[in-house]
């Protein structure tokens, strides 16, 4: 499977409660669940009207049915081609 990073154009996101942030994530793993094994939720960033979330998916298509299914757009979905962080310096 591939990873990729989905922009999700929510607004008021970032203003939500643990609890509404709760029932978002139990929509989503509801999609998750009727389009298994071919999508799987990493995790998410919440930032103002926005969330970044990273999936592993099939392709863009599964991606696009899990939009579908959750309620939750699928703004812009960018293939991740590799990761980095600070011990990526240490060669």
């Keep these: 499977m591939k990873r990729y990073m989905i922009e999700r154009d929510i607004a008021g996101v970032g203003a939500m409660s643990g609890k509404e942030l709760c029932g978002a994530a139990q929509t ?6 009727e389009l298994a094994p071919k999508v799987q939720w990493e995790h998410s960033y919440v930032a103002g009207d926005k969330t970044f979330c990273v999936y592993l998916a099939e392709d863009e298509d599964a991606i696009r049915r899990h939009a579908e299914l959750s309620g939750f757009p699928a703004t812009r979905i960018t293939p991740i081609s590799g990761i980095i962080d600070p011990t990526t310096a240490n060669g």
């Design 28 to 33: 989503s793993n509801q999609a998750l669940a």
